[in-house]
């Protein structure tokens, strides 16, 4: 065989060779193109309506105003019967917009004057924190029924009472969109709730959350009550812990029963037999950079935000709402109230205008908000919670400036102030 007939036959094989190789990788390439056509079709649907793209969907709109929901759920929720669920649902059909977890609702209430006459109503405000994580077809919030107060005259609470006598499912209620400045933001900072009492309603929305959300995330609450007929959703609750082992639940008997002294801790809760207070919270927590959450009784809240001032826990790691018009004064604020004063604080008079009536008055320092300043004159202005909240005394500011005696809950309007918790800042005219 001569040289170039050795080459022929090496070149023939090496060609075999190369088709071969490139005849199988064409077939492979064939095979994979017809199963993703025969696929494609299939598999695009759930693709589409995957969670994925839920999570990216587009927000749905908050609304402005008032909107009527119906009730479709009350349920009790502890022991004694004084804590009750109302589970409502827009009568549109249209989806409920998110809200952040911790944040209320406001209620415009029609409560009879008189038992049995429909025609003698006072129109009501109230705000009541969501209980729930946020859902697309309904918002929960669970109502404690506020009794006479012991050894006083007191009447019992008109709106929490309404809500237990005569709020049913089925009902129709005027509510304002979710609001409120305090709430759990999405993080990877280990959290501390504090409920005390029914302030354990917001702390639930954001424990909810956190258990759909960032399951991962460390989670403590301290949930302090008197004794065992007081807690709600405890069954839940120590769901939530069994599943979730970053979420620690800690329940506070400030008065317990004798059945309560003998109960200790087990692999899902665990029981102390005091109050929430800075002292427990060191003995429990690590120390970590926790951002702390706290709802219940001003006095509650009177002795336990200083108290973690004290312990070195910085000022925007402390997040609190307390019941009621009463506010927590923090060191910080106090400091800035040593500065000197304010002009809305000045001994010397300052105009008010009320454009309705064409009332103008002399307000001086000492005479309280804008709207007890209105009241005492004689100028109607409607009012709900008195506390900055339910943003019912939203008034347009026609002229001049006002000075907020504390953040208000609720946002007002551009070009208009909530005259509860403001005073006048300099001559002002208002559309009142």
Known sequence: MTAL????????????????FFSYAFWRHWQSYTVLRQ??????????????????????????????????????????????SFYLEPTDGQTLPDFKPGQFLTFKLDI?????????????????????????????????RA??????????????????????????????APSGHFYLERGSHPAVLIGGGIGITPMLSMLNWCAVEQPEREVWLFYGVRDSSEP?????????AERHPNFHLHLCFSNPLAQD???????SVTCHHSRVDVALLRSQLALKPYHFYLCGPTPMLGSLVPALEDWGVPDERIHFEAFG???????SAKTAAAAPVAQSNSAEPVSVTFAKTGKVVQWKQGMGSLLDFAEANGIPVDSGCRAGSCGTCQTV?????????????????PGSCLLCVCTPKTAVTLEA
């Not at 709600?232 to 939530?240: A, F």
């Open 232 to 240: 709600i959703m405890l069954d839940h609750l120590r769901v939530l």
């Open 325 to 331: 018009p009463a506010s927590v004064v923090r060191k």
């Open 5 to 20: 007939q050795l080459f022929a036959w090496i070149s023939v094989a090496i060609f075999v060779q190369l088709a071969i």
């Open 261 to 267: 002294v003998q109960t200790s801790a087990t692999a």
């Open 397 to 413: 500011i026609r002229s001049g400036e006002v000075h907020y005696l504390q953040t208000p809950d609720a946002d007002p309007e």
């Open 39 to 84: 696929t494609e079709g299939a598999n695009s649907p759930p693709d589409m309506s995957g969670a994925s793209d839920r999570e990216h969907a587009p927000s749905v709109a908050s609304w402005q105003g008032l909107r009527v929901m119906r009730v479709r759920k009350k349920v009790l929720e502890d022991a004694v019967q004084q804590i009750c």
């Open 112 to 144: 009879p004057k008189i038992a049995g006459s429909p025609n003698s109503v006072a129109a009501v405000t109230r705000c009541y924190s969501l209980s729930d994580a946020p859902r697309p077809d309904c918002y929960r919030v669970s109502i404690k």
């Open 147 to 176: 009794p006479t107060p012991p050894g006083t005259t007191f009447a019992p609470g008109q709106s929490s009472n309404f809500f237990h006598d005569h709020v049913e499912e089925g009902s129709l209620l005027q509510v304002r």
